[in-house]
Every structure is written in C-alpha cells, then in structure tokens.
C-alpha cells in the first residue's frame, strides 16, 4: 500500500523516540536517569482534578461546542484580559486538545503550497513538520547562541522574501529558554507588520520564567500586533495537566473562524471532562502554578551551577521554561565510554550508554551542536544525572 506522500518528509517526534528508549531500559531493570521528558513531574492541581471527576458524575460527558464551552473560554478570555490587557471576545478564543493541536489549526489555516513560513532555529520539533504537513515551507531563521538564542528585528526584516506568510515564535523557549522582552517583541511585531506577515505565539511556557522576569505577549504590544497574532497557550505546562490534553488560541477572528473550521472537521474539541478542568485550573489554581515555578527556578539554578563546572559544556542561561540547552561542540572529536563523539546525536546516545543519562540530541530542534536537558525531575534524581553526565564527559 502506498502513503501519501506528504508524510514522506515527516519524522516521528524525536523527543518521544528518545523517551521509549529510556522508558524501554527503564523497564529492563536499567536505572536511567531520564532527562528527556518534556512535561511537569508535579500532579494536576487538586482543585482542576476534583472539578474533572465532579464533571463525570454530573454526566458533563457529551460534546461540546466545537470551539470548547462558553465558561472555558470566557475563562481564557478574562485572563488574556487581566494578564496582558487583550481584549478578546469569547469568538476569538479556541479550545483544543492540547497547544499542539492549536498550533496545526492555526498553521493549517494560515499557510498552504507557495507558503514560507519562518521558523527561528532552534525550534520546538512540531513546527517545520506541521508547516509541512499543511503544504508550506518551514524556513529556518538562525537564532544565534551569541545574541542569547534570540532573533533581532534586522535578521527577519532580512529573512522576509516575496513568499513569506507568517513566523512562529516561541518565548519562553523549548529547548533554549530564551524569552524576549516587551520592547524586543514590539521590535520584531512592527517588522512583522510592516511586510503584513502573520505571527504565531507559543506562549505555553509563560508561567515558567525566572529571575523575576515579567512576561509579556507579543500581540500585548500595540493593534498592529494583535491584529496579526494567533496566541497559543496550554494548561500542560503551567498547569501539569499534559494528559488532559487541553490548550487554546486567540486571536483575530477571521483567523480564529478558519481555525475552528479546521477542527470542526478534525478533533472536534477536547474531552467535555477535560475542559471543566481547565477553566477551574485558570480560575483557581494560581497558587499551585506559583509553587511549582518556584521549584523549578530552584533547579533551574542548580543545574546552570553544575553544568558550568563541566569542562567542555557552555550554557546559556535558561530565562525560562524547564529546559538547558548546553553547547557540547568541545567535546567533539573526544571519546565518552570509548565511542568518539562528532555530533550532538552522538553525545546523547553516549551518554545514554555511558552514564544512563537520556538527553535530546540537538538536531531534533535544529542544531546538532547541542543537546536539551529538561530538569522536570526532583532535584536529588537531578543531582545525580549531572554527575552522571561530568564523570562521563571528564
Ligand atoms: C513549545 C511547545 N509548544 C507546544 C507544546 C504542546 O503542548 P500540549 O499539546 O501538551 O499542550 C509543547 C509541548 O512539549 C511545547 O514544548
């Protein structure tokens, strides 16, 4: 039987390939210290998992509406308000279930065949493969480790050519952290404008932003903005709600219409339980979000500490999200566990043989000059993966 083509230029996501293997050794009896999860390791906060099971009780088990429920999205609505002084009405906002899922409405809606869509490097693995998967063109935007992983308004105006339709942007960053400012986002917003180009913001990391950073929505940053973003945003991370697979977008309702088409005809919405969750989770569980960002800037610093006294590895400082993404290109050419190593690829399935540390290879996001160490792991299983990786790599 022949596929369609269109999957022929598409990869399983590399970040699920590593975590079967690690899981696949885990359970062979091989103590792996797992640092390739992209998710939370705290639970869902009580109240969002109280208000899911009262839903089933109470028989909320049937469709919803295919944007998602009215309460939910009034929810999203009044937190883009409160948050970032957008002014969204129910209309514009659509819940689906998870970001991934917001993000290929939102790409399927905005960009076809003769589309380029500009996607800063590194990059979250879904973004060049759903832009394929919708026909267009990924083109990849150097985001320079230099300028701290982050795209200056002169490298898009540059980037910009006859065919480019839109730009993904990501802040906080997976898998660098990086975050802009409010003025480097008005920056790239009024570059953006200026060549009438849509934008993409991947916002679902916000609540995970460290050293007293505040975050700002790039569409928060005039009319002109709003006007051509698509906000996508998640309760996964913020939340640890990744199975309840619930994420949302807002945006101008033109774009936020064609959206809901495409998932009229796809997912539908999320599950009816799974939405009654979430909007208790934005409603109620603010604190939970606080605690849990707190933990993670104290292992945010503790690993920018260890991983600073590696000799080889250079890291820039993760503004936000849980992830490091350190430089390993010194120690290409070197042997780890008797293999030599040239390529991040090969760091990461050394170090998985070596030290029984599983890490994303960088070329996953784009650069094979890196690998992604996600620090969603309790300190002491942190502690011991980093010492792991120095007595590996010494
Ligand atoms: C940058 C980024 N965007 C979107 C998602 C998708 O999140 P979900 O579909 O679980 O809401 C992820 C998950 O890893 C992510 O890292």
Redesign the pocket.
């Known amino acids: 039987m022949k596929l369609a083509e269109r999957i022929g230029g598409i990869e399983l996501s590399p970040?699920f390939r590593i975590n079967a293997t690690a899981r696949r050794m885990a359970a062979s009896g091989v103590d792996v210290v797992d640092f390739s999860v992209?998710?939370p390791d705290f639970p869902t906060p009580d109240r969002a998992k109280a208000a899911g099971k009262a839903a089933i009780d109470r028989n909320f088990t049937r469709y919803t509406a295919n944007e998602g429920t009215l309460e939910l999205r009034q929810a999203i609505a009044a937190k883009l308000e409160q948050e970032q002084g957008l002014s969204y009405g129910p209309e514009q906002v659509l819940v689906s279930?998870?970001?991934?899922?917001?993000?290929y409405c939102a790409v399927m809606a905005l960009f076809g065949p003769e589309d380029e869509v500009l996607v800063p490097v590194p990059y979250?693995v879904?973004y060049p493969e759903q832009i394929r998967l919708a026909g267009a063109k990924p083109v990849p935007l150097e985001a320079r480790e230099a300028d701290g992983f982050k795209i200056k308004p002169h490298d898009l105006d540059a980037a910009i050519g006859r065919q480019t339709r839109g730009i993904i942007l990501?802040y906080p960053?997976?898998p660098t952290g990086a975050c802009y400012t409010k003025d480097e986002l008005k920056a790239l917003a009024d570059v953006a404008a200026e060549h009438d180009i849509a934008i993409i913001a991947?916002e679902?990391?916000e609540k995970l932003l460290y050293d007293g950073r505040t975050f700002t929505s790039i569409a928060a940053t005039g009319p002109a903005a709003a006007g051509r973003t698509v906000v996508?945003n998640?309760?996964?991370?913020a939340f640890a709600m990744?199975g309840w697979?619930?994420?949302y977008a807002a945006g101008p309702k033109k774009i936020l219409d064609a959206m809901a088409k495409v998932q009229s005809h796809t997912t539908s919405h999320p599950t009816s339980i799974s939405q009654v969750a979430g909007e208790i989770a934005l409603r109620e569980c603010a604190a939970d979000v606080s605690r849990m960002a707190a933990e993670f800037a104290r292992r945010r610093d503790a690993i920018v500490s260890w991983l600073a006294k590696i000799p080889g590895l250079t890291c820039v400082k993760p503004a936000g999200?849980f992830y490091a993404f350190p430089n390993v290109s010194k120690l290409f050419g070197r042997a780890i566990g008797g293999n030599v190593v040239q390529s991040g690829q090969d760091v990461a399935e050394a170090l998985l043989a070596a030290a029984r540390v599983a890490v994303v290879p960088g070329e996953a996001f784009g650069s094979g000059s890196h690998v992604r160490i996600s620090f969603s792991c309790s300190m002491e299983r942190l502690e011991e993966g980093m010492r792991r990786i120095a007595q590996a790599v010494s």
Not at 98 to 103: H, R, T
Not at 234 to 237: I, V
């Open positions: 970040t992209g998710e279930p998870g970001a991934k899922a917001s993000l979250w879904s990501n960053s997976n991947d679902i990391y996508v998640g309760m996964s991370k990744t697979r619930l994420g999200a």
